[in-house]
């Protein structure tokens, strides 16, 4: 379990901070992106778009909550929802996106081999008791005690 919790504070920090080469060791060979719209992207697409996906200037607020870990044999399902606040044309969006990773313990690692998103709408967000980290502009905050 703290395993599991490393890689997914690991995935999210990759994300962060446009860490390619760390992210591409946590994937399988065989891993599959499938985005809120059903849009599936394999390990090549999704690697290419994460290397500029995070602008620490437009994705100003960044959380991790909510996490929850549930292992079943090899198998480990990695859930957690992202809080972001956007500046766009000078105004504040906020949104909240859950995602389920899917790794799959082999040749004695985990790896993850499927990425969901899916979109919460406001009224099921997760409250901020649950937070596990917080970046501002692309830093990892300090956690409090």
């Known amino acids: 379990m703290d395993e599991l919790r490393a890689l997914n504070a690991r995935f999210i920090h990759n994300f962060v901070t446009r860490d390619v080469a760390s992210h591409d060791a946590l994937l399988h060979p065989d891993f599959i992106n499938i985005w809120p719209t059903g849009q599936r992207w ?20 960044w959380d991790v909550r909510d996490e929850r870990i549930t292992i079943i044999g090899d198998v480990a399902l990695v859930r957690s929802t992202n809080k ?12 909240m996106t859950m995602y389920t990773d899917t790794y799959l313990f082999e040749n004695g690692a985990w ?29 990892l905050q300090p956690r409090a005690n």
């Open 84 to 95: 972001h606040i956007r500046r766009r044309n000078g105004n504040e969006v906020t949104g």
């Open 111 to 139: 790896k993850c081999i499927q990425a969901q998103l899916t979109a919460v709408a406001p009224e099921h967000y997760p409250p901020d008791d649950t937070i596990v980290s917080v970046y501002i502009e692309g830093t």
């Open 42 to 61: 394999d390990r090549a697409t999704y690697l290419k778009y994460w290397a500029t996906a995070f602008d620490p200037n437009v994705i100003f607020y």
